[in-house]
């Protein structure tokens, strides 16, 4: 995610933290090269003036100029403006005070509106709430379809809707379906071009008319960049959007679109889509994001995502384990799938501060995957004593997961080594654990 934007910004800052003082020539040549790499990023050139004008005048103050650590400044005062540009903090989305509350999703074929209202649906489901979903794109080839069969992998009702209907009559008898289903939340999935025409609009005019809304969200592909600026003001100007739900932020590099959105419709991001899973949709935070931009990591998300995996109580039990040196196999491996349950290593990775540094390093998910056959391979005796497994023990491991023996040494090795360095923490000595070489190697 922003990995171009990112590397840039990052080298230029750098150059900028070697300097003991600043000078405001210094200063000018460094916000020259934000400038060219905003341009680079796809960030809409208006923006970009007006981002770089607020940074410049804040950075070139007494305050930056007179400080011990001006490259620091420097870096906070371009932080800060990242976070304003983005809307400055977390737009949520406006409930009916009489249920059901209903959400129009709008936007162009292939922007991912239909999954994105699974997705959607999904998450107000986890957050306490009664989705009920509503096809009503009759145009594309098994769109309604497509709803239904996300709608039953969710078990969320799905409002049984054919090609054959008017999309208006769609929602009207859904929306009455609704109430008769106990849902509070109505999400409907309109009908999109490969183009904006003023048919779509005109039905997408007469649909907010009769529906009365409480969020008309656009659903834009963030990989587009300026086009999906563009599409965003035209939608804005003739719907007046409430919000944005950004898709593929996870494939987008540059972030202009992410960066440009917001100030050029100056409607919120409400969320952000990251992969094609139906949980992998969330809300928009821009001071993470901004965080993320300039490689200082997004640790209270990675928090979210833990919690969400695992309870408190599970959290308590695998701590105390820890502290005694009781931690076995079978703890890693439930450990291992409750990290692999909260989406790519890489993008984990890309939330911890610093580890944008660690460009050549390589993440391959395979080898979670090998090492949890190793362990399942195991029998529940040898996975909580793992000293007991000899040389025979080992090929059988080998053969039964479809490894080699090398690779059961391997982990082997790597586990009776962390289980040193935890009884040497537990005594309370001190050291650094070496994270690098924790299982994983």
């Not at 400044?73 to 409930?95: D, N, P, Y």
């Not at 080992?394 to 053969?399: D, F, L, N, P």
Request: with cysteine.
């Amino acid at each position: 995610m922003f990995e171009n934007l990112s590397s840039k910004l990052e080298g230029i800052f750098k150059k900028l933290r070697r300097h003991g003082k600043l000078t405001e020539k210094e200063i000018r040549e460094a916000l020259r090269e934000v400038r060219l790499a905003l341009l680079e990023g796809d960030v809409h050139f208006s923006v970009v003036k007006e981002f770089t004008e607020r940074v410049r005048e804040k950075a070139l103050g007494e305050t930056v100029l007179q400080s011990l650590t001006p490259g620091q400044q420097v870096v906070k005062i371009v932080h800060e403006e990242l976070i304003a540009l983005m809307g400055g903090e977390q737009s949520r989305l406006q409930f009916a005070p009489i249920p059901p509350t209903c959400i129009m999703l709008v936007g162009l074929q292939g922007s991912g509106k239909t999954t994105t209202a699974a997705k959607l649906a999904k998450r107000l489901r986890k957050e306490g709430h009664y989705p009920y979903l509503v096809p009503a794109d009759v145009y594309r080839p098994a769109a309604i379809d497509q709803l239904k069969i996300l709608g039953e992998e969710l078990q969320v009702p799905v409002y049984p809707s054919s090609p054959a209907q008017d999309p208006v009559e769609i929602c009207r008898q859904a929306m009455r379906e609704a109430v008769q289903q106990h849902a509070d939340v109505v999400i409907i999935d309109t009908a999109g071009r490969l183009h904006i025409d003023e048919q779509m609009m005109a039905e997408l005019v007469t649909l907010k008319q009769e529906l009365s809304p409480q969020e008309t969200l656009l659903v834009a592909d963030s990989m587009t960049g300026q086009d999906a600026v563009n599409v965003a003001k035209t939608f804005h100007e003739t719907l007046g959007l409430s919000g944005i739900i950004l898709t593929k932020l996870d494939g987008d590099a540059r972030g202009g679109a992410a960066l440009s959105i917001r100030a050029v419709t100056q409607t919120p991001i409400k969320y952000v889509g990251t992969g094609e899973k139906l949980d992998a949709l969330e809300p928009f935070h821009p001071d993470r994001i901004a965080s993320r931009i300039l490689g200082m990591g997004d640790i209270l998300s990675l928090i979210e995502k833990a919690e969400a995996t695992m309870s408190a109580e599970k959290a308590r039990e695998m701590e105390q384990k820890l502290r005694k040196a009781a931690f076995t196999l079978e703890d890693f491996k439930e450990q291992l799938q409750q990290v692999r349950s909260m989406g790519p290593l890489d993008q984990l990775l890309g939330m911890l501060p610093g580890m944008k540094q660690l460009k050549n390093v390589q993440v391959d998910e395979r080898e979670l995957v090998k090492i949890e056959a190793i362990i399942n391979s195991m029998t529940p005796q040898e996975r909580r004593h793992p000293e007991i497994i000899n040389g025979s023990r080992r090929k059988r491991i080998a053969r039964g997961s479809g490894t080699t023996v090398q690779d059961v040494n391997r982990l082997l090795k790597q586990f009776m080594q962390t289980q040193k360095l935890l009884k040497k923490f537990s005594k309370g000595k001190k050291g650094k654990v070496p994270l690098g070489r924790l299982f994983l190697g």
